[in-house]
């Protein structure tokens, strides 16, 4: 076992070992805003998930398979965006980490594509 030097962490330790392996630790605050952030995210996935299961169970006055293609999207975006979540908090991370630029938003787009598409396919399905 290493011994800890005062006011050094054992970023070594700590997973993932790509993020905390790379340049010094960052200003606590930002790690805990970041981190913030992907709960948030988690958040939504989980409301992305109950979308698709609710529509899909209750019986609202949707065609059947218009109903089960939104349900089916919000479920994938559900599954998708905790993934995508984790990848962005790694590289925000790591960009604090070594004085980088942050990374571009990658949920923006696949997220509202999504989300609109879904909202579509619900009102198609009620006005047929």
């Known amino acids: 076992m290493q011994s800890e030097q005062p006011g050094e962490t054992m970023s070594h330790d ?6 905390y392996r790379a340049g010094e630790d960052p200003d606590p605050r930002f790690s805990l805003a970041n981190e913030r952030t992907f ?12 979308s698709g299961v609710a529509l899909e169970a209750l019986d609202l006055p949707l065609l059947p ?21 984790w990848l962005t908090w790694a590289s925000v991370e790591r960009a604090m980490r070594e004085g980088t630029a942050m990374p571009g938003f990658r ?3 696949p ?3 999504g989300v609109a598409v879904a909202g579509l396919i619900i009102v198609l399905g009620l006005l047929l």
């Open 111 to 113: 997220l509202s594509v």
């Open 107 to 109: 949920l923006g787009l």
């Open 65 to 85: 398979g218009l109903r089960l293609a939104a349900s089916l999207i919000l479920l994938a975006l559900g599954v998708m965006v905790p993934v995508l979540g």
């Open 39 to 50: 709960l948030a995210w988690i958040r939504t996935a989980l409301a992305l998930i109950a």
């Open 14 to 19: 700590r997973f993932p070992r790509w993020v």
